[in-house]
C-alpha cells in the first residue's frame, strides 16, 4: 500500500523548514476523511449529539437560544430510549433498541418496505460488520468470498485475516465499470472446479474506488444469481447519498429483492451503511450498521453471539446512525438549514468530481471515467515503457512509481490502483474528490505540469 511514512516525513519537513520543497503544502486526495479537509458537519446532527452527551444544558434557559427547537425535541425522544439516560453506558449489543426503531423506519422511508428493528446491527462504522460476517462466513481458505476487483482493501485484509480465498471478479472499465453477471458465473464456476466453496458475494455501489452506480437491472440480475447459486449478498451501500449524475439513483439491494417478491426465505443479504459517508462525513465517530436478511434463527444467534463479545458499539456513533436515517423533514425548524448545509456539500462535491474528471480527460495516456457517486476516480494511466523498466528497477510497481514522484514534486497525495487491484498489465491511481473547492485548481495545476513533464522525462 502506499508509503504513509514518506508523506507523514514531508509534513514535517515543511513544518521544520518552509520553502525547503517544491511545494508549500500537502494536498490530501488519498483517503475517504470529508472533515480532516475542512468539511463541516451538519449543525443538526452535532446539536443533538452534544444536548444527548451533556442533557444537563436541556434544563436551562439559555439553551432554547443557543439550538433549534426540533434538536431540543429530538435530544429528548433519545435520551429516555437509552438506559438511565446516560450516554457514557453500555447499551445492549445490537445498538440501543429505539435507535435501531428509527432507523428501521428510515429504511421502510427509503425503500417502501417493511423493516425490522431486530435485523440491524449498530456497529463502530460499516468495518467492524464486515469483519464480523467474514468472521461468520470463513473457515477455512477452502472457503471463498466473491470480490470486486477493483476493490475497497477492508475487503481483501479481512478475507485473509480470517484465512479464507478471495475469488475476484473484474469489474469491466471499458462499460464505465461494469459488473457483468457474465463474469461472476465464470469466476464462481473456476473456483468451485478447485474444490473452493463460495459462501458469498461482496458489491460495493456506488463503487469505491471506481465511484460507478449499478442500474436497476443489473441488481436484478446480481439478486437472481446470488438466489441461484445460494450466496449470502453483502451489500457495501455506505455511499448510498453520494450520487451526482441525474441519469443514476441509488436502490438499495433489499428493496430491489424485495421488489422481485424475494423475501426472508429467498435470500441472504447482509446491507452495510455509515455514518462516515453520504455528506455527513462523520469518520471519527465511528458509526455504522449492518441489516441482516433471509439468515435462519440458529445463525442470527451465532451472530449475535459475535456482536456480544465486543460489548456494543459506542453510544455517538449509534445515536448519529439514528440522525442520518431521520434526519429533520419539512416543516421542522432545522429542515431548511439542514437541506442547504447537505445540498451544499452533495452539489460542490458533484462539481469537483467533474472538474478533476475533465482534467484526467485532458492529459496524455490518461483515461478517466465518469465519477457516478461515492468520493473517488480511478483514471487508468498508460506509462511509458522507459518508466515501467525504471520502476522496475526501483523494485517498484510502475503506478506506485508515478505516485510517488508526483508526490515528491507536488505533494499531491494519491493511491496506486495496485492497493485495489485491477486488470494485469493496467495501471490506475485513487484520486478523492474531497480537497476543499478553493483547493481543487491547485491540484490540477500541479498534477498537469508534473504529468507533462513526467511523460516528456520518461518518453520511449
Not at 434557559?61 to 429530538?74: P, W
Not at 517498484?396 to 514522484?405: I, N, Q
Request: proline share 6%.
Amino acid at each position: 500500500m502506499f508509503n504513509v511514512s514518506l508523506v507523514q516525513r514531508l509534513q514535517e519537513e515543511l513544518k521544520a523548514n518552509p520553502g525547503s520543497l517544491p511545494f508549500d503544502e500537502i494536498l490530501y486526495c488519498n483517503i475517504g476523511n470529508p472533515q480532516s479537509l475542512g468539511q463541516l458537519p451538519i449543525t443538526f446532527f452535532r446539536e443533538v449529539l452534544a444536548l444527548c452527551d451533556h442533557p444537563t444544558i436541556l434544563d436551562k434557559a439559555e439553551t432554547q437560544g443557543l439550538f433549534s427547537a426540533d434538536s431540543i425535541e429530538r435530544a429528548w425522544q433519545i435520551l429516555d430510549q437509552i438506559p438511565g439516560r446516560a450516554t457514557g453506558a453500555y447499551s445492549h449489543s445490537q445498538g440501543i433498541k429505539g435507535l435501531r426503531d428509527t432507523i428501521a423506519a428510515g429504511i421502510e422511508a427509503r425503500d417502501g418496505f417493511p423493516a425490522n428493528p431486530n435485523d440491524i446491527f449498530l456497529t463502530d462504522g460499516a468495518s467492524p460488520a464486515v469483519h464480523m460476517m467474514m468472521q461468520l462466513l470463513i473457515s477455512s481458505e477452502k472457503d471463498g468470498i466473491l470480490c470486486p476487483i477493483p476493490q475497497y482493501p477492508l475487503y481483501s485484509a479481512s478475507i485473509a485475516l480470517h484465512g479464507g480465498s478471495l475469488i475476484p471478479y473484474y469489474l469491466d472499465e471499458e462499460t464505465g465499470w461494469g459488473l457483468e453477471v457474465s463474469e461472476l458465473k465464470k469466476q464462481l464456476e473456476e473456483a468451485r472446479s478447485k474444490g473452493i466453496s463460495v459462501r458469498a458475494l461482496v458489491v460495493i455501489n456506488p463503487g469505491n474506488p471506481t465511484g460507478q452506480v449499478l442500474a436497476e437491472e443489473n441488481q436484478r440480475d446480481i439478486v437472481e444469481f446470488c438466489k441461484k447459486e445460494g450466496l449470502v449478498l453483502l451489500a457495501d451501500e455506505v455511499y448510498q447519498e453520494n450520487i451526482y449524475v441525474p441519469e443514476k439513483k441509488f436502490h438499495s439491494f433489499k428493496k430491489v429483492a424485495r421488489s422481485m417478491g424475494y423475501g426472508d426465505n429467498d435470500l441472504c443479504l447482509v446491507s452495510f451503511q455509515s455514518v462516515s459517508k453520504g455528506y455527513h462525513g462523520e469518520c471519527g465517530k465511528r458509526g455504522g450498521y449492518m441489516e441482516i436478511t433471509g439468515f435462519s434463527p440458529e445463525v442470527r444467534e451465532q451472530i449475535y453471539k459475535v456482536a456480544s463479545v465486543n460489548l456494543c458499539s459506542n453510544i455517538s456513533g449509534q445515536i448519529l446512525a439514528s440522525l442520518v436515517m431521520s434526519p429533520p423533514k419539512v416543516g421542522d425548524e432545522s429542515y431548511e438549514s439542514y437541506s442547504a448545509e447537505k445540498d451544499g456539500i452533495l452539489e460542490s462535491l458533484a462539481r469537483r468530481a467533474k472538474t478533476l474528471e475533465d482534467a484526467f480527460n485532458s492529459l496524455e495516456g490518461i483515461t478517466c471515467n465518469k465519477a457516478e457517486g461515492a468520493m473517488y476516480l480511478f483514471p487508468r494511466i498508460r506509462l511509458p515503457e522507459k518508466a515501467i523498466k525504471a520502476a522496475e528497477a526501483a523494485k517498484t510497481a510502475p503506478d506506485l512509481f508515478y505516485c510517488r514522484h508526483l508526490l515528491n514534486a507536488t505533494g499531491v497525495v494519491v493511491v496506486p490502483g495496485s492497493g485495489f487491484g485491477q486488470v494485469p498489465g493496467t495501471w490506475h491511481f485513487r484520486c478523492t474528490i474531497l480537497p476543499q473547492e478553493d483547493k481543487i485548481p491547485a491540484i490540477v495545476s500541479r498534477l498537469t505540469d508534473f504529468h507533462k513533464s513526467f511523460m516528456d522525462e520518461y518518453r520511449d
